[in-house]
């Protein structure tokens, strides 16, 4: 078994639908309420003596409410990311294991860190080629640690205060869950 090879690739694509669906979600949710697609319509022909024109302007129900809750996840979107770079190095980690570099992969983000940091991984080529690139990712997976808890604790809190405080149970569990 080599590794990086196509089953390994979408083992990684698999890992990270949720996140990018997320993001997607998000950045087109933002688009459509801050009038980047078509929200309104103005046409304007003159192929008669007399010129039309046509305006269209659509309303969507609950959307003050949905822009509400859009704008409480909008800190997901660091939470989203910065889970896509732990699934990365989580599944370089899973590839070295797999050829016996190293003998487990750790679930705690402190924990792949230090492994990381310590061992001499083989990289995808994309990382190899472009050494720059794991840097970078490595400098934003290491150094926005300290942010993660915190930005994902705040959208909980948005949640509770949009949608009541039946919710509260929920950000107890990830106080409990949620440490680096």
Known sequence: MSIYDSNSQQRLINKLDYE??????????????????????IQLT???????????IQEHIGASY???IIDALTPLTFTASYKILDMVYEWILEENESIGVISDVPWRFSQKLKLIKKTNLQYPSLFADNPYLKDYSFAFFTNLLPYRNPAFKFTLYLYILLCGEQQKGWLTAANSFYHP
């Open 66 to 68: 949905g822009q509400r």
């Open 20 to 41: 990018i669906w997320v993001l997607d979600f998000l950045g087109n949710s933002q688009d459509l309420f801050y009038g980047k697609t078509d929200i309104s319509t």
């Open 46 to 56: 003159n192929r008669q003596q007399n010129a039309n024109i046509s305006v269209g």
